[in-house]
């Protein structure tokens, strides 16, 4: 019975330092795996470290500005091009457009020089040949006239002849047609050709800006000799009026033919 314990108490033992021995084993690769190593140069003011260098790092960097500040400089560069190439065109746009403009004001300039120039021709007179008839240009009425001079016109209407003052009781009536023999100034009326709004303030002794711009050139007027009116025709008949070349009652086409083949 006694070594039978001694047998146990040995197994007892030899499995506590099996134990044991498992237990130090453990421990001693526990310890080893946490720690933490710092390798430290006799020289305190190194550290031994695996760095990247920083010059290099500093050197990139100034590239990568240079870099940027180069990109920027091209960019404005561009965009300033940009803008004069805008501006250049648009410049060159206008100034064609200018010059067209230029051009055509001169050809419509020519135009009118021409137009104006073959209606004068058109309503030109031969010398030998006199006014007899006249066309309003408000109301398209006709007139007949007769002169004994070729320079002053006697007006008929009613186979009368329109008089100023004269005889008659107002300012202005229809009487009886004075002969070349006896005739006076009171039934004679003087022609004026008007070309231009410079003709018109001519006569009505006016500036050229009291001339209205959309008249219609050339015409006719017609003044008499006593007074300086104008003939004038409304839808009521014929008178005489102070003399206002804006007033088309007061304006007149001529023809040298009684047939009322009226020039313009």
Do not use: H
């Not at 946490?34 to 390798?39: M, Q, S």
Request: glycine share 0%; charged share 20%; net charge negative.
């Amino acid at each position: 019975m006694v070594i039978d314990y001694i047998y146990i108490i040995l197994i007892i033992l030899i499995i506590l330092f099996i134990i044991y021995i498992i237990y130090l084993s453990y421990d001693y690769n526990f310890n080893e795996n946490n720690k933490e190593y710092f390798l430290v140069n006799n020289n305190t003011n190194e550290i031994d470290l695996d760095l990247v260098n920083t010059n290099e790092i500093d050197l990139d960097l100034v590239q990568i500005n240079d870099y940027i500040d180069n990109y920027k400089q091209n960019f404005n560069k561009i965009n300033i091009e940009i803008d004069n190439n805008i501006i250049q065109n648009s410049q060159t746009k206008n100034l064609e457009i200018l010059n067209k403009s230029n051009i055509n004001l001169n050809n419509i300039d020519k135009l009118k020089i021409i137009k104006t120039e073959q209606l004068i021709k058109k309503n030109e007179l031969p010398i030998d040949k006199p006014i007899k008839t006249i066309k309003s240009k408000y109301n398209a009425q006709y007139l007949s006239t007769f002169t004994y001079d070729n320079e002053n016109y006697n007006i008929l209407a009613n186979d009368k002849c329109l008089t100023t003052r004269g005889l008659c009781k107002d300012e202005f009536c229809l009487l009886n047609c004075q002969t070349n023999l006896y005739s006076s100034n009171s039934q004679k009326f003087k022609p004026y050709k008007i070309i231009n709004e410079s003709d018109a303030a001519d006569i009505m002794n006016v500036s050229i800006e009291n001339i209205i711009s959309n008249q219609v050139y050339p015409y006719t007027i017609f003044k008499s000799l006593v007074n300086d009116n104008c003939l004038t025709i409304s839808n009521e008949g014929i008178s005489i009026e102070p003399c206002n070349l804006n007033n088309i009652k007061q304006q007149w086409e001529i023809s040298p033919d009684a047939n009322l083949c009226v020039l313009e």
